[in-house]
């Protein structure tokens, strides 16, 4: 049996050469608890550099740094932007000095919220995607709250600063805006091992009904097709996805639940007719407990999708209110 490999491998070496995105949180498979704890005994200079760089490094670095004895973390550094340094014939690392520029200048800019300006919503938006084509503040709204909003593009970053102390939350219009930071950071993170892409997908939501204390839709799960990996079989492509998703409340609370297994068959041909297409995976969603109490919560989708021709699983949690 063997690996047909039709990915491209995607590395941006620039921060700015992204174009306009959106935002949604990532979660990984690594322990949290497990990472934490190695990352409290750091010494104070690695434990910067670690934070730092939190938005870019992937999994596995992470998890090589936290290993390494400390004698062998200067050069596990070095080499760190060495992989990303889009002109490494050259003395001068543009995406180090970008990078480095851009948490200074957060550092700045965003001060005052009980923490790092890098480390602020609007510290990490500026960070991965640069300044804003356009920035709009608004001192106080109708509903009482301060608000920001970035373009980028056409595309809308909004932060909301509800008791207009200075302290601004990134929000989104709706989940077709809300997946692709995970596959922006993606390809910052995709640069230890650039031969080899991971698989990623995205998420949305379409309401069909939201009446009589019920309210219907759909979940989609898209992959690309060129993100794929199949087993060769038979004069076949085949492999397989399980995916699991959970819709919670606050208090986290599950209101909705799914899950199911999809495999995927094709020819050869019929790949390369489609590698710039996706492969959807649709749920049916019903929730008819407690609608009017959720209505006006902010909900959460976890979302699991793990390979079966890899067995690699990546996690991701969605933020988002019901509409009616």
Known sequence: ?????????????????????????????????????????????????????????????????????DSGRDDFIAQFWKRRDPTPDSERNEFKIEYEDRVAKATTMFHGEGRQGWQTDR?????????????????????????????YGAFPVIFIDEHCSGYFVMTAINLEHLQELNIAQGHFQNTFNPEKKLFDYQVSMQKTLAEGGVYEGKVFVDIPYDTIWFNFKGGRLETGFEVHLEISDESGTTAWEAQGTFPLALEEKD????????????????????????????????VSVKSTTEGEELKKTVAFQLKF
Not at 29 to 35: L, N
Not at 125 to 139: H, K, N, V, W
Not at 283 to 289: A, L, T, Y
């Open 271 to 302: 790949l390369v007719e489609n590698r710039k297409s996706r492969f959807r995976m649709e749920f049916p969603v019903r929730i008819d407990k407690d609608l009017d109490r959720l209505k006006t919560q902010k909900m959460r989708m976890d």
């Open 123 to 151: 510290g990490r938006i500026f960070i991965l995607f640069g300044p804003p084509s356009e920035r709009l503040t608004y001192p106080m709204d109708a509903s009482g709250f301060c608000r920001e909003i970035w373009y």
């Open 1 to 69: 049996m063997r690996h047909i490999d039709h990915r491209k491998p995607v590395l941006r070496a620039l921060l700015g050469l992204l174009g306009p995105v959106l935002v949604v949180a990532g979660l990984t498979a690594v322990s949290a608890c497990r990472s934490y704890s190695a990352t409290r005994k750091l010494p104070a200079a690695r434990a910067d550099f670690l934070a730092k760089v939190d938005y870019i490094i992937n999994k596995e670095e992470r998890k090589i740094f936290l290993e390494l004895p």
